[in-house]
């Protein structure tokens, strides 16, 4: 998996978890202290796994010369 692409599929996850978190509430509703502690650890998961992925992801191989 490219570099690219993984932190494209790191940062979908993030934002589906985000958006999951503050959807479920009515728009008048406050996001709870509880609630901003959850996606600060998504946030803080993502960043990781981000770095661990850009720093580790393999570059596909390159095509074998004719």
């Known amino acids: 998996m490219s570099k690219e692409a993984a ?3 790191l940062t979908q996850i993030y934002f589906d978890k985000v958006n999951a978190q503050v959807t479920r509430r009515k728009p008048t509703d406050k996001i709870g202290v ?5 996606i600060g650890q998504v946030y803080g998961t993502f960043l990781n796994r981000l770095e661990y992925f850009l720093e580790n992801a393999s570059e596909p191989p ?3 010369k004719a």
């Open 7 to 9: 932190a494209a599929t």
């Open 34 to 38: 509880e609630a901003l502690d959850e």
């Open 62 to 64: 390159a095509p074998p």
